[in-house]
């Protein structure tokens, strides 16, 4: 059966909606360390202080999940037994948590649940993954269904994979559940090994500023990307069989299967392979309170995604060429998968308010478009509450 949707009849029980488990799932920042995630590589990433919040209650039927969006004042049903892709891409999220859940052997029965949203959409902060972690881990507190943060992770990834078809790494479900209270998290993402760094940033704030902008590029060249870098992996594993991921590749390696690998792989590569040493150097800058080198390495971070990875946008160029002439920000790159979304900003709190009216402004000139603007604090992940 497919979801049906209706935009105004809610059930009128849920205007009395007695919540038996409440959840907030928050988006996440990342710092630096961008498309490298499903590269095996280093990511720096931080759940925020902004989320999605969720209420649950079982209902009295076997197989009806009933879910109302209060964001979207859309209101569906699904029939637990007969989960099939939407064409509404949200409630693919949702469909493809309670696939995977089903796929682990756990048995889910009626239940209602209502989303509300405090996430923008296309900003790079993954509101997909708040929606994702924030729903499986609601469902695995109300049935005590035993799942570990660990497989809320994976699951999913796994549903963001198999059912919304978005190849991603596993960098936004890690941060969006993991995080802790003003720590950003390096996480090694072939051992999942993560350390929390605490995030003193002194007198600075992080200040996102959103294109508002999503070009529709963005899930096939992300996807083109990963590809890119695994078919130079391949090339490489020919010779050098202990390689599983462009993490165990050098420089040197590079260099030596370059007219196999080809101009565009190489820069890929290339890329990637800079991106995990600018992790590295991040940790070392942030925890000797070095902010400047930390900003330097950002920059160097969204030149790269620029010129070699090739997945930023004007728009998004724009706002970090902006913010290289000012001393009081640090750094600035575009955050996320690219082709829109916002930039990520370490600049000093008290230049915040002029310096965002003062980049909308020219932003607004030169596109037509209002950015918008928001600071953001590293905040702890996924909190559920049995009421
Ligand atoms: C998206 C994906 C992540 C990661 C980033 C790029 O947010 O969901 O897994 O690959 O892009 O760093």
Redesign the pocket.
Known sequence: MKPTENYTNIPEDFKNFKAEVKVASPGRI?LIG?????NQGF?MPSAIDKKIHFKFRKNDSDNSARIYSETFEIYVEFDLNKISKSNNSWENYLLGVIDEIQKSGKTLTGFDCIINSELPIGA?I?SS?ALECGFAGGLNSLFSLNLSQMDIVKLSQRAENNFVG?N?????QFASVMSRKEHFIKLDCESLEAEFIPAEIQNCKLLLLNTNVSHNLADSE?NTRRQECENAVAIIQQKYTEVKSLRQVTFEMLEEFKEKIGATGLKRCRYVLEENNRVQESEKALRSGDLKALGKLMYASHRGLQHQYEVSCNELDFLVDFSEDESFIYGSRMM??GFGGCTINLIETNKIDDYVEKVKKAYQEKFNIIPTAITVVPDEGTQITKV
């Open positions: 990342n961008e498309h490298t995630d499903y990511v790079g993954s993954a978005n991603c790494g596993i960098m936004d992300y996320g998968g």
